[in-house]
Nanobody, 114 residues
Framework: VQLQASGGGLVQAGGSLRLSCAAS????????MDWYRQAPGKQRELVAT???????NYADSVKGGFTISRDNAKNTVYLQMNSLKPVDTAVYYC?????????WGQGTQVTVSS
């Protein structure tokens, strides 16, 4: 299983970014997919989840600003992040679980300047 995250960068407050996570080695359409983030000095936290059926859930801190989506034809999950704030600065990771084993992407840095 491999997860390749991309799309991070430096953006001003109020700006937008779209993260992508391309998966291989799994039957992607069958898997729930998650985005996590870890800010400096803080624990990794769940940001958003999309199920195999397309249902979504979000952390309260990102509701209304972030949107998770998936393209099963491309084996890719996305995180559209709008109205970014400095508190959103973190390394963002995609994750899935296969047979009770967690697989993580390598992380992509998002930095929001004030």
């Amino acid at each position: 299983v491999q997860l390749q995250a991309s799309g991070g960068g430096l953006v001003q407050a109020g700006g937008s970014l779209r993260l992508s996570c391309a998966a291989s080695g799994i039957i992607f359409s069958f898997k729930d997919m998650d985005w996590y983030r870890q800010a400096p000095g803080k624990q990794r936290e769940l940001v958003a989840t999309i199920t195999s059926g397309g249902s979504t859930n979000y952390a309260d801190s990102v509701k209304g600003g972030f949107t998770i989506s998936r393209d099963n034809a491309k084996n890719t999950v996305y995180l559209q992040m709008n109205s970014l704030k400095p508190v959103d600065t973190a390394v963002y990771y995609c994750r899935t679980v296969v047979l009770r084993t967690m697989y993580w992407g390598q992380g992509t840095q998002v930095t929001v300047s004030s």
